[in-house]
Protein backbone atom coordinates (compact mmCIF):
# COMPACT_ATOMS: atom_id res chain seq x y z
CA UNK A 1 0.00 0.00 0.00
CA UNK A 2 2.90 2.40 0.43
CA UNK A 3 4.24 1.77 -2.57
CA UNK A 4 1.02 2.89 -4.63
CA UNK A 5 0.39 5.65 -2.47
CA UNK A 6 4.05 6.68 -3.39
CA UNK A 7 3.53 5.78 -6.97
CA UNK A 8 0.50 8.18 -7.12
CA UNK A 9 2.04 10.95 -4.83
CA UNK A 10 4.57 12.11 -6.75
CA UNK A 11 6.38 10.75 -10.44
CA UNK A 12 9.88 11.67 -9.90
CA UNK A 13 12.84 9.91 -10.42
CA UNK A 14 13.77 10.56 -6.91
CA UNK A 15 10.08 8.82 -5.91
CA UNK A 16 11.42 6.03 -7.98
CA UNK A 17 14.09 4.95 -6.38
CA UNK A 18 12.70 4.98 -2.78
CA UNK A 19 9.76 3.10 -4.35
CA UNK A 20 12.95 0.73 -5.64
CA UNK A 21 14.49 0.57 -2.15
CA UNK A 22 11.10 -0.83 -0.90
CA UNK A 23 9.99 -3.17 -3.28
CA UNK A 24 14.13 -4.94 -3.33
CA UNK A 25 13.20 -4.48 0.61
CA UNK A 26 10.20 -6.82 0.38
CA UNK A 27 12.09 -9.28 -2.23
CA UNK A 28 14.75 -9.46 0.58
CA UNK A 29 12.18 -10.63 3.19
CA UNK A 30 11.67 -13.01 0.59
CA UNK A 31 8.48 -11.68 -1.02
CA UNK A 32 7.45 -13.73 -4.22
CA UNK A 33 7.97 -10.92 -6.82
CA UNK A 34 4.14 -12.25 -8.63
CA UNK A 35 2.56 -11.45 -5.47
CA UNK A 36 4.21 -7.88 -5.40
CA UNK A 37 2.98 -7.46 -8.81
CA UNK A 38 -0.52 -8.57 -7.97
CA UNK A 39 -1.10 -6.70 -4.95
CA UNK A 40 0.41 -3.59 -6.42
CA UNK A 41 -1.41 -3.84 -9.29
CA UNK A 42 -4.37 -4.06 -7.17
CA UNK A 43 -3.49 -1.39 -4.94
CA UNK A 44 -2.95 0.94 -8.08
CA UNK A 45 -5.81 0.37 -9.95
CA UNK A 46 -7.70 1.87 -6.78
CA UNK A 47 -6.55 5.19 -8.01
CA UNK A 48 -7.62 5.30 -11.35
CA UNK A 49 -10.28 4.93 -13.38
CA UNK A 50 -11.50 2.48 -15.84
CA UNK A 51 -9.13 3.45 -18.80
CA UNK A 52 -6.40 3.74 -16.58
CA UNK A 53 -7.48 1.02 -14.74
CA UNK A 54 -7.67 -1.43 -18.27
CA UNK A 55 -4.06 0.05 -18.77
CA UNK A 56 -2.57 -0.59 -15.41
CA UNK A 57 -3.68 -4.57 -15.61
CA UNK A 58 -2.27 -4.84 -19.05
CA UNK A 59 1.10 -3.12 -17.78
CA UNK A 60 1.01 -5.48 -14.84
CA UNK A 61 0.65 -8.57 -17.13
CA UNK A 62 3.28 -7.52 -19.35
CA UNK A 63 6.07 -7.30 -17.07
CA UNK A 64 5.02 -10.53 -15.13
CA UNK A 65 5.34 -12.22 -18.22
CA UNK A 66 8.36 -10.62 -18.35
CA UNK A 67 9.26 -11.70 -15.43
CA UNK A 68 8.95 -15.07 -15.53
CA UNK A 69 11.62 -15.11 -19.05
CA UNK A 70 14.05 -13.44 -16.44
CA UNK A 71 15.79 -13.48 -13.70
CA UNK A 72 16.23 -10.20 -12.11
CA UNK A 73 12.26 -9.42 -10.71
CA UNK A 74 13.72 -6.32 -9.55
CA UNK A 75 14.34 -4.76 -12.94
CA UNK A 76 10.60 -5.71 -14.25
CA UNK A 77 8.98 -4.51 -10.54
CA UNK A 78 10.82 -1.05 -11.10
CA UNK A 79 9.58 -1.00 -15.07
CA UNK A 80 6.56 -1.67 -13.94
CA UNK A 81 5.89 1.10 -11.46
CA UNK A 82 7.45 4.09 -13.47
CA UNK A 83 5.15 2.98 -16.40
CA UNK A 84 2.68 3.39 -14.01
CA UNK A 85 3.93 6.75 -12.59
CA UNK A 86 4.41 7.90 -16.73
CA UNK A 87 0.51 6.64 -16.76
CA UNK A 88 -0.82 8.33 -14.07
CA UNK A 89 1.28 11.35 -14.63
CA UNK A 90 -0.29 11.70 -18.03
CA UNK A 91 -3.74 10.93 -16.57
CA UNK A 92 -3.77 13.76 -14.23
CA UNK A 93 -2.15 15.78 -16.65
CA UNK A 94 -5.27 15.30 -19.33
CA UNK A 95 -7.51 15.38 -16.17
CA UNK A 96 -6.09 19.13 -15.68
CA UNK A 97 -6.36 20.00 -19.22
CA UNK A 98 -9.76 19.33 -19.68
CA UNK A 99 -11.10 21.16 -16.36
CA UNK A 100 -9.24 24.08 -17.61
CA UNK A 101 -11.07 23.63 -20.89
CA UNK A 102 -14.23 23.40 -19.17
CA UNK A 103 -16.50 26.59 -19.44
CA UNK A 104 -18.08 27.32 -15.95
CA UNK A 105 -20.14 30.26 -17.72
CA UNK A 106 -22.44 28.18 -19.93
CA UNK A 107 -25.46 27.07 -18.33
Known amino acids: AVV???STG???PKRLLEIRSR???LLAHCIPPEMIFRT???ELVKHCDGNLQRKVIQAA???EHKLQLGSRPIYYLEAF??????MYKGFIQ???M???DFDFDES
Open 61 to 63: ASY
Open 23 to 25: VYE
Open 10 to 12: EQR
Open 40 to 42: LAD
Open 81 to 86: VARFMA
Open 98 to 100: DFD
Open 94 to 96: DAI
Open 4 to 6: STQ
